[in-house]
């Protein structure tokens, strides 16, 4: 993969049970052929390996981290929304074979505080999403980049008084990127703005962002008509977008080339149609973008 | 009647403004509204949906046509109340509580709107007593529930439960999707039907009302 951002720091997405080839592999405990994804990843410039084995035996979780752990030296993301299996996944990891790197948990948000004692196991990094929050008790999404921030506000507020001593650089802040294909609510607006009202509060300074780049082209087509890629192109227009509002982190493919595009390219004028007309408009612009078969 | 074969066209393009002008026209012509539905309109969403599975269209067009459906329904559903009531059947849907993902949800009801159901939106992290309360004395109705976490899924048996001791399980039927769920997870926690996508739930709702289906 070629690093055209030295300032980006890649997790590598595949061991994910719902990628349909890992989540074979997990289904027939496959976990030599687990270990050589994550190899792959990191031979193919992966920062860190996520790891996420879906609903399974948190012993599972903690034998993978162990075993990836024995052959590679890259930092893992504990990913699991699921608190025994975060928690086994976390007492499994040893940082010594990290170079002394710490893990990142993934993730803690306000509809699961639960998972704050999670960091008493080891020092970690965290990954705060805040694409919800909890009003009159019930869970739901942010709709605003005011909600999201003051969801982060909230979640810092929490970790802070755990009292486990997590400075601003070991918080890692997810917008929760929603897919274009279905943007009638102004997220991709939601998600940009976060960026910017985060950085704009001095008490959080030092905080890192991360967003799963994949999610953005879900239910796209991969391709045109005449065979041109559409989820790279939008991906890609995405970062140039969001990288110069302080986005320093993605869950992402190692096989793709990430770059920053030009102004004039097809797809940064399809974000910036959705940036300026969100609601159904924006669903079109991102369909005229992969139905006009154009030269790339 | 004559051929309004254009309002069919407009829905399958999504064109919203196109399906506008040509359902008024039709009404200032005096078409039956009843005909419009079910010569032009749902055929079109049938027709949307079969392209969605053989992967013609994608996501946004289905959303595009939904809307365009949509446009054309808010004008003739007020005569269609007139002329006595909801023709397909009624479903309450949400999202189990602890989830919050309701972008396959919303294509569902999009869908069910479209095949002409009315659908109760209880949106989403619903809990079990929710479901119950909506469903009030109601019969022959449908519950959907929807989950994409492999850690809410289970709170659909939960809800089934809470329908049966609150007495009323056996007046509703009960249908389950979500990426994570299966058809083997749906017979286990005693659902009525399962469907893997958004146009499979309109049959599946059709079959589990005993309506005929249009397709
Ligand atoms: C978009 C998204 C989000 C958005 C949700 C926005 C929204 N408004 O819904 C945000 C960012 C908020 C989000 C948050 C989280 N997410 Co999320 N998300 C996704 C994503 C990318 C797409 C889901 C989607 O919309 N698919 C498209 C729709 C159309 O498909 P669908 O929902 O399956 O619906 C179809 C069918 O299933 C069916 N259907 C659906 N419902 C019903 C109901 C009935 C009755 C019937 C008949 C049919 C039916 O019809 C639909 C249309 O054909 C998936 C990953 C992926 N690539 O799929 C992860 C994913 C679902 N999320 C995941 C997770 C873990 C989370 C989080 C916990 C945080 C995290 N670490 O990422 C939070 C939890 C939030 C919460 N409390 O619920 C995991 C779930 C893992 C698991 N198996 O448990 C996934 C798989 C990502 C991953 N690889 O880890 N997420």
């Not at chain 1, 075993?67 to 040893?94: K, M």
């Amino acid at each position: 993969m070629v690093r055209q951002f030295r300032q980006l720091t890649i997790i590598g997405e595949s061991i994910n049970d719902s990628v349909p080839s890992t989540h074979q592999l997990l289904e027939s405990g496959n976990l030599q052929a687990l270990v050589e994804l994550a190899c792959k990843q990191a031979e193919e410039g992966a920062d860190y390996i996520d790891v996420n084995v879906g609903a399974r035996a948190p012993e599972l979780m903690a034998e993978l981290v162990r075993r990836i752990q024995e052959v590679l030296d890259r930092p893992l993301v504990i990913d699991s929304p699921d608190i025994q299996i975060a928690e086994a996944g976390l007492r499994a990891y040893d940082p010594a074979r990290a170079g002394g790197q710490k893990p990142i948990l993934n993730s803690i948000s306000l509809g699961r505080i639960e998972m704050l004692r999670l960091l008493a196991i080891q020092p970690c990094k965290v990954v705060l999403l805040v694409s919800e929050h909890v009003v009159d008790g019930r869970t739901s999404l942010c709709t605003t980049a005011e909600d999201s921030y003051r969801a982060a506000q909230k979640l810092v507020e929490l970790v802070r008084e755990t009292g486990f001593s997590l400075s601003n650089d070991d918080l890692i802040i997810d917008p929760g990127l929603t897919p274009l294909a279905t943007d009638t609510g102004g997220h991709l607006n939601r998600v940009l703005q976060t960026f910017v009202r985060v950085r704009e509060d001095q008490d959080l300074a030092g905080v890192h962002f991360v967003v799963g780049l994949s999610n953005l082209t879900v239910m796209l087509p991969s391709k045109r008509a005449d065979g041109s890629p559409v989820k790279g192109p939008l991906q890609n227009a995405f970062l140039t977008k969001a990288v110069p509002l302080g986005l320093d982190m993605i869950v992402a493919s190692t096989s793709r080339r990430y770059s920053l595009l030009p102004a004039e390219h097809p797809a940064v004028r399809c974000l910036e149609q959705c940036i300026a007309n969100p609601g159904l408009a924006a669903v079109l612009a991102v369909r005229d973008f992969y139905k006009s078969g154009g030269s790339l | 009647m004559s051929d309004y074969a254009d309002l069919y066209q407009a829905i399958l393009e999504g064109n919203a403004k196109k399906a506008k002008e040509v359902t008024e026209r039709a009404l200032a012509e005096g078409a039956d509204p009843l005909e419009l539905l079910d010569r032009y309109m749902i055929p079109a969403m049938d027709e949307v949906g079969r392209r969605f599975d053989c992967q013609e269209y994608f996501v946004p067009e289905l959303l595009i046509a939904g809307r365009a459906m949509e446009t054309a329904l808010q004008l003739i559903s007020p005569l269609l109340a007139e002329g006595g009531g909801a023709r397909a059947g009624k479903v309450i849907i949400g999202t189990v509580k602890g989830d919050i993902h309701d972008i396959g949800k919303n294509l569902v009801i999009s869908m069910l709107k479209g095949g002409g159901f009315e659908v109760i939106d209880l949106g989403v992290d619903v809990p079990a007593e929710r479901f119950v309360e909506a469903v009030g004395n109601q019969e022959n109705i449908i519950v959907a529930m929807s989950a994409l976490l492999t850690t809410t899924m289970g709170y659909m048996r939960e809800v089934i439960k809470a329908l049966r001791e609150a007495g009323i399980r056996d007046r509703v039927k009960v249908m389950v999707g979500g990426a994570p769920i299966t058809q083997r997870f749906a017979d286990e926690i005693g659902a009525d039907g399962y469907s893997e996508n958004a146009s499979g739930a309109v049959g599946l709702a059709r079959r589990l009302l005993g309506l005929a289906s249009s397709a």
